[in-house]
C-alpha cells in the first residue's frame, strides 16, 4: 500500500518559517520524482516545486528564492522548507509521487498523493 504523509504544517505570522515532511512508503522511492503542490479556499491545486532523481530542483516563480525542496533517500522522507512565508502561502499543502525513468526529468503527472498538511500564514 503508498502512503505519502505530511507533517509540519501550521499557524505562522508573515516572516515566519516552517519545515514540512513527507513520509513515503510502499514505492521504490527513488524510482520517483517529487513534488510539493498547495491549494488555497477557492482556488485550484498548484504546483509548487519538484525534485528530480537525481536532486535537480525547479520551483514556481512566487516562492523561488524563498522555499527549498529536498528529500533523503535513506528516510524515504520529502521535505519543504518555507522561509519568510506570506499570507497568500496559505494553503493546503501536499506532496506527490511521480515514478519516471529519467534521473533529471520529471512529467507533469503524478502517481501518488498524500493527504495534505495546513499552513496558515497570519499578517
Known amino acids: 500500500q503508498v502512503q505519502l504523509v505530511e507533517s509540519g504544517g501550521g499557524s505562522v505570522q508573515a516572516g515566519g518559517s516552517l519545515r514540512l515532511s513527507c513520509a513515503v512508503s510502499?514505492?521504490?522511492?527513488?524510482?520517483?520524482?517529487m513534488g510539493w503542490f498547495r491549494q488555497a479556499p477557492g482556488k485550484e491545486r498548484g504546483w509548487v516545486t519538484t525534485i528530480t532523481r537525481d536532486g535537480t530542483t525547479t520551483y514556481a516563480d512566487s516562492v523561488k528564492g524563498r522555499f527549498t525542496i529536498s528529500k533523503d533517500n535513506a528516510k524515504r522522507t520529502l521535505y519543504l522548507q518555507m522561509n519568510s512565508l506570506k499570507p497568500e502561502d496559505t494553503a493546503m499543502y501536499y506532496c506527490a509521487a511521480g515514478f519516471s525513468d529519467r534521473y533529471n526529468w520529471c512529467t507533469r503527472d503524478y502517481d501518488y498523493w498524500g493527504q495534505g498538511t495546513q499552513v496558515t500564514v497570519s499578517s
Open positions: 510502499g514505492i521504490t522511492y527513488s524510482n520517483y520524482c
